[in-house]
């Protein structure tokens, strides 16, 4: 489960990168990204959990959690532009259920038609 959540924190920004205008993914084209992630993570916690009928059970309700959550999700880019090799740098502002707001930075690349969100190693970027 641990990779199914970490998949849809991190998947998010996806979202954002919509808002940056023509360089970036439709909302549609963003959030079936990120639900395409997400059922993959999935697969791999039912891989894991073999004949486990408790622990397949508790995979399958976080991934459709996060999937229903995704819609939920609000989010502004608050700029966004291009870094080097195609790789487009974004400042997004992510707000949470609660209210509470933080701003970020994200990278995000083009790779075979489809956008990828670049995961740096702890966060940081280079």
């Known amino acids: 489960m641990r990779i199914i959540q970490k998949t849809a924190l991190t998947m998010i920004p996806l979202l954002a990168l919509a808002g940056c205008g023509r360089t970036g993914p439709s909302p549609k084209e963003a959030k079936q990204a990120i639900k395409d992630q997400i059922n993959a993570a999935l697969q791999k916690e039912m891989a894991a959990a073999g004949s486990n009928a408790m622990a397949r059970s508790m995979a399958t309700d ?32 992510l707000a949470a259920p609660d209210g509470s707001t933080a701003t970020k930075p994200f990278d995000f690349r083009k790779h075979d038609g489809h956008w990828e969100y670049i995961v740096h190693p702890a966060g940081i970027l280079p």
């Open 62 to 93: 976080v991934a459709h959690s996060a999937i229903a959550g995704i819609d939920k999700i609000k989010f502004k880019a608050v700029s966004c532009k291009s870094a080097e090799q195609g790789i487009f740098r974004c400042q997004i502002k």
